[in-house]
């Protein structure tokens, strides 16, 4: 059984700060890393992609990659109130999509 | 771009009744999925299908059916509904696990309640 672990959280940052969401995963072979933000009552969406070791930017989004650490993070610079949210961690092997069970953030204003 | 679509948005079933989730997608993706998800937890896999007429189950495919006779639609099935079913279920859809910058797309879930 491949593993997703995700800290649970809950994971509070005041507005305007870093919030540092992380995931490790079991399968070394694995290629394909995603992070996905769901609101309460809605359904994932997704925010970063990543496949190569190193960061990856993309406004105010950074994903990070150690494969030989079998670690996969998410960076979230100068957060909003609306970036409160559950944040899922998914990694690709074989024909499945693998998702550790999320991490909630709350930004304060 | 309609993406993933799912029908019912809600629905309320009696215990014992049947029917039949939708998902269609037209992003001419070959891998679909069915997830469920219950309050407060994390995704669970039902079944999925990585082309027409191919399915395999995932980790809680008991009381649940699929079948996958074109690659635009993937139907989940309920025979006998219980109240263990009461969840929301995600259809998703992505090109293969295979490939890079091919992640998965959801559709907006469909809140079932069996009481």
């Known amino acids: 059984q491949k593993e997703v672990e995700q800290n649970s959280g809950p994971l509070s940052v005041p507005e305007g700060a870093i919030a540092s969401l992380n995931c490790t995963y079991s399968d070394r072979g694995s290629q394909s890393f995603f992070w996905y933000r769901q609101y309460s009552g809605k359904s994932p969406e997704l925010i970063m992609s990543?496949?190569?070791?190193g960061d990856k930017e993309d406004g105010r989004f950074t994903a990070q990659l150690n494969k030989a650490s079998q670690y996969v993070s998410l960076l979230i610079r100068d957060s909003q109130p609306s970036d409160s949210a559950t944040y899922l961690c998914?990694?690709?092997?074989?024909?499945?999509?693998?998702f550790g069970t999320g991490t909630s953030l709350t930004v304060i204003p | 771009n309609a993406g993933v679509t799912q029908t019912p948005k809600f629905r309320i079933l009696k215990i014992g009744q049947s029917m039949t989730l939708q998902c269609t997608q037209d992003m001419n993706h070959n891998y679909m999925y069915w997830y469920r998800q219950d309050p407060g937890m994390g995704l669970k896999l039902i079944y999925y299908?990585?082309?027409?007429?191919?399915?395999d189950k995932g980790e809680v495919p008991n009381g649940y059916n699929v079948s996958r006779s074109t690659t635009e639609d993937f139907p989940l099935r309920l025979e006998l509904a219980a109240p263990s079913q009461t969840s929301v279920y995600f259809c998703a859809s992505s090109y293969g696990t295979g490939l890079t910058n091919s992640p998965l797309h959801f559709g907006n879930g469909t809140r079932l309640t069996v009481t």
């Open positions: 998914a990694v690709s092997g074989g024909n499945q999509f693998y």
């Open positions: 990543i496949y190569s070791n």
């Open positions: 299908s990585v082309g027409a007429g191919i399915t």
